[in-house]
């Protein structure tokens, strides 16, 4: 899988307020930054209330921004931070979400399966799983990358990652979908 | 089968499909445009010449007129000069750790006045001119100010923005904006800080309360918001006893209303909740496996953080305060449960004593 490879210098430009950076980060990371929210908080507005707050957190630390080889990791963990936020401020909704909204209007074949991959994945998968496999299918990063995101030991995120895959390609299987 | 490669690519997918399109949204709130504004440099060096030359020298003028103004207000408190000249004070930003600052913004954001509530804030605005400077480079020189005098530390790691705005919505914006400022300019520092966020409704009382014992009128809301939250030992009195620290770790610990933590208050220093409970078992005589409804709240008392412990056995109510930082036992107290088929709030002055079951 490839790994997403983002661009320091966009985070460096950004600190003198270039819109173009600003624009060519979000286009490069807006789907991470939700997906990442949607895999902690599971929910579809509290993850959209992240992601805003997340990129304009992102603009107003870019000025402090050092440069550690890995920007990716550094945004992720700003998304993240906002999500525990939210969650000890007691703000995150407990209602399930309406995952019928989730992929759009789209009804081809290829789009419903995509949206029931991420339905069952919501519904079969703890907090934990759910992050590393969303992480791992949306960044490529390797399972150590992951292990320092989410401050869990990389043998955790192994086997999690692994427990995970298989729960969904055993729901997904008894939902009659097996190729 | 349905592969793993397979699985990643489609969730991925419905994830991408279903990120909303903020982007627009984003650049204008953040005020951003493609082709950045020219500083002032360029523009001077550029066409329009005469007219950027003309701004650059008023404003230039302005800004002496700013501080002969300031100056007239330290000698004759002129304060009609100062509201000609300048915009009126659009909110109030508190910040509280142990000094206490209340700056006064106008409708730009720019700092109008900066006041040191207490004798530490003095120790901190002495060498300090923030008038005309951007709240947000405001607050974060303050707060460099606190860590190099050693007011934040990682004990006591946590600070307070209090704004008070005629508009709650910009208000709300304003301290979401400082203290993710002051946040991720800390991120560089040492210490690991707190801070809690809170929007002001200001009123009279509130102002009248806050002046009476010499603290902000952040400090002062906080305290009206933990008196809200119904702790049973607790007094304006004794929260007022209190270190700016621990009325955040009291706010934090009761989630007080409209209180937004980033980051967390120090609690080292208190011995737990499971600690105060086992310190009031052990005393009682009781293990946790005998007991039933256990309650456990931080709480203050005559100035001093204490745990409040309730817990129900043998038809018998437990209550307990137990110091929050040694685990001594304050106060203990043993009573007929009159409360047993009851699930509202235990209330302490039950004195009528039938254990009947009667609504």
């Known amino acids: 899988m490839a790994t997403l490879q983002l661009d320091e210098n966009l985070i460096i430009r950004m600190a003198s307020n270039d819109g173009a950076a600003f624009r060519e980060l979000y286009q490069q990371t807006s789907g991470v930054v939700y997906g990442f929210a949607m895999s902690i908080l599971r929910n579809k507005h509290d993850a959209e209330d992240v992601m805003h707050d997340a990129f304009i957190r992102i603009h107003a630390s870019a000025v402090t921004y050092k440069p550690s080889g890995n920007p990716m990791a550094w945004i992720l963990t700003i998304v993240r931070n906002l999500c525990l936020n939210r969650i000890r401020a007691g703000k995150v909704c407990e209602e399930l979400p309406e995952y019928d909204e989730l992929a759009g209007t789209s009804n081809d074949s290829d789009t419903m399966l995509d949206r029931m991959v991420l339905e069952t994945a919501m519904n079969v998968l703890d907090a934990e799983e759910r992050q590393i496999v969303i992480l791992h299918a949306m960044t490529g990063f390797k399972h150590r990358e992951i292990a320092e995101i989410l401050d869990l030991p990389t043998g955790t995120i192994l086997s999690k990652y692994n427990r995970a895959l298989k729960k969904i390609r055993k729901e997904m299987e008894s939902k009659g979908v097996d190729r | ?359």
């Open chain 2, 1 to 359: 089968m349905i592969e793993n490669n397979e699985i990643e690519k489609r969730l991925a997918s419905a994830l991408n499909a279903a990120a909303p399109d903020m982007l627009d949204e984003l650049m204008a709130e953040l005020d951003l445009t493609e082709n950045p504004e020219p500083s002032l440099r360029e523009k001077l060096a550029g066409d329009g010449q005469e007219r950027y030359k003309k701004a650059a020298i008023r404003s230039r003028s302005f800004r002496a007129l700013i501080s002969c103004a300031a100056a007239l207000i330290i000698l004759v408190g002129a304060a009609a000069v100062w509201k000609n000249i300048n915009d009126r004070v659009f909110a109030v930003v508190d910040l509280d750790v142990n000094p206490s600052i209340e700056l006064s913004i106008n409708g730009k954001e720019k700092v109008i006045g900066a006041e040191a509530v207490n004798e530490d804030g003095e120790v901190i605005l002495a060498d300090m001119d923030l008038r005309g400077s951007d709240v947000k480079v405001a607050c974060n020189a303050i707060v460099g100010s606190m860590l190099t005098k050693g007011y934040l530390t990682d004990k006591s790691n946590s600070l307070m923005v209090s704004v008070s705005a005629g508009d709650p919505e910009k208000g709300h914006e304003i301290e979401q904006k400082l203290s993710d400022g002051i946040s991720s300019y800390l991120d560089d520092s040492d210490i690991t800080a707190a801070i809690l966020g809170q929007y002001v409704e200001d009123d009279d009382e509130l102002e009248d309360f806050a002046e009476e014992n010499g603290i902000s009128l952040g400090k002062a809301w906080l305290i009206r918001k933990l008196m809200e939250t119904g702790g049973q030992k607790m007094t304006e009195e004794s929260l007022l006893e209190l270190s700016t620290q621990e009325l955040i770790v009291l706010g934090q610990e009761r989630n007080a209303e409209g209180v937004i933590m980033q980051g967390t208050a120090y609690t080292g220093e208190y011995i737990g909740y499971e600690n105060a409970l086992s310190a009031a078992l052990g005393d009682a005589g009781l293990d946790s496996s005998q007991i039933t409804d256990p309650e456990v709240e931080m709480d203050c008392e005559n100035g001093a953080m204490i745990y409040e412990v309730e817990f129900r056995y043998g038809g018998q109510e437990y209550e307990y305060e137990i110091a929050a930082s040694t685990g001594e036992i304050i106060k203990s107290e043993k009573d007929i449960d009159d409360d047993r088929n009851d699930d509202d709030d235990h209330d302490q002055d039950h004195d009528d004593h039938d254990d009947d079951d009667d609504d």
